[in-house]
T-cell receptor, first 110, second 112 residues
């Protein structure tokens, strides 16, 4: 059972466009992380959000944790081909177990 | 470059065989977690080892077992392989108490 649903599953956009990826759950998480995974590599941590309503920015990427700590969003401004990859959210349950989302595969065309 | 290395990178086995995958954690990290990532899906938590003891387990059968050694490197063993075990197996190392995991590039296992 996948507790974290991501949408959309696939996204193909032109360079320069904006996009938002959503991560939704009916469960509360103590923290939530976003990763990017490229082919042939493991996921790389982008950000961790801990507090409900928290917003973090990483260059052109904006991450928000829902007020109830059940959902999160990732917004990319002016997407570039280098943003292409699989974006994964992961919610922390307790101190050791991370539940990963279903993933959003993004392709940015030049 | 995360400092986490996994071997082998690719492996082909037949149904019923046994396999051992290896993970060398980042220097100073005492915690290793293993994940299974099926094609097109997010990673699924298998189990975690902290200072050589299993510290939590996901919904995987007992034929998935592991070890962590005094140098904090780790092994994942899978017995009686099934076709559905075909996946990318990822290990991630961290320092106990911190929520930052560093992933290796994974081992791609194909079961025929």
């Amino acid at each position: 059972t996948q507790l974290l649903e991501q949408s959309p599953q696939f996204l193909s956009i032109q360079e320069g466009e904006n996009l938002t990826v959503y991560c939704n759950s009916s469960s509360v998480f103590s923290s939530l992380q976003w990763y990017r995974q490229e082919p042939g590599e493991g996921p790389v941590l982008l950000v961790t959000v801990v507090t409900g309503g928290e917003v973090k920015k990483l260059k052109r990427l904006t991450f928000q944790f829902g007020d109830a700590r059940k959902d999160s969003s990732l917004h990319i401004t002016a997407a570039q081909p280098g943003d292409t990859g699989l974006y994964l959210c992961a919610g922390a349950r307790g101190t050791y177990k991370y539940i990963f989302g279903t993933g959003t595969r993004l392709k940015v065309l030049a | 470059e995360t400092g986490v290395t996994q071997s082998p990178t690719h492996l082909i086995k037949t149904r019923g065989q046994q396999v051992t995958l290896r993970c060398s954690s980042q220097s100073g990290h005492n915690t290793v977690s293993w994940y299974q990532q099926a094609l097109g899906q997010g990673p699924q938590f298998i189990f975690q080892y902290y200072r050589e003891e299993e510290n939590g387990r996901g919904n995987f059968p007992p034929r998935f077992s592991g070890l962590q050694f005094p140098n904090y490197s780790s092994e994942l063993n899978v017995n009686a392989l099934e076709l559905d075990d075909s996946a990318l197996y990822l290990c991630a190392s961290s320092l106990g108490g911190e929520n930052i995991q560093y992933f290796g590039a994974g081992t791609r296992l194909s079961v025929l």
